[in-house]
């Protein structure tokens, strides 16, 4: 279904926690890499460019901005750290406008806000809102919320944003109480 999507500027990816296998018992070393690179070929034949620890300029009336992308990088439980912000991030100083894709939202308030205050909005996932919870116009709840602080939707600190989308399938229990899946859209002007 997804390789359906189509966008004047290209679709871009990045690979999340569970992309990698650590979390599987491979017969060998081998097959745990065969099975990532399996992965990451079909993120080119859906026609998305995976972003690995890089960023691409994208142009649009003569105006640049910069999105970066890196492999996953959590802060929280033992989540790996694959991500390699510094050379995602290097030789982006002339771009007025940077956009982070970076799957864990824990990253954000662990590294990206510390160490990168010209990023201006980071769009990660990884929370899922655990499937379960309430969302009402002025109430949300998850219980995921108690392991991180940003698990759905917009956040902002300063200048900078940080969007969680909850995602689109799930991980464990087959379904969803109260958090929907979410495809996100954002508009630049």
């Known amino acids: ?17 569970h992309d990698y296998g ?17 992965l990451k070929k079909a993120h080119n034949t859906m026609g998305w460019r995976l972003l690995m620890n890089e960023h691409v300029a ?6 640049k901005i910069a ?26 100083e002339s771009y007025p406008f ?3 894709m970076s ?3 824990s990253h954000w308030d662990a590294e990206v806000k510390t160490k990168y205050p010209d990023v201006d909005l980071m769009l990660s ?17 998850s219980p995921v919320q108690w392991m991180y602080k940003q698990w759905a939707g917009l956040y902002e600190d300063g200048k900078q ?6 995602g689109f399938g799930f991980i464990g229990y087959p379904g969803r109480v109260g958090i929907l899946p979410e495809i996100t859209v954002i508009e630049l002007v």
């Open 161 to 166: 944003k940080l969007y969680v989308n909850r």
């Open 67 to 92: 999105l970066l992308g890196i492999e996953n990088w959590g802060a929280k439980a033992r989540f790996p750290k694959y991500g390699k912000m510094n050379e995602a991030h290097a030789s982006t």
């Open 58 to 63: 994208l142009e649009k009336n003569g105006e």
């Open 98 to 100: 940077k956009i982070l």
């Open 22 to 38: 650590d979390y599987v018992k491979w017969d060998t070393p081998e097959a745990k890499i065969d099975n990532l690179n399996k």
């Open 103 to 105: 799957h864990d939202p």
């Open 125 to 141: 996932g990884h929370t899922h809102g655990m499937q379960f919870g309430v969302e009402l116009p002025f109430f949300k709840f």
């Open 1 to 17: 279904m997804f390789n359906k999507l189509k966008t004047p500027l290209g679709v871009f990816s990045t690979l999340g926690n």
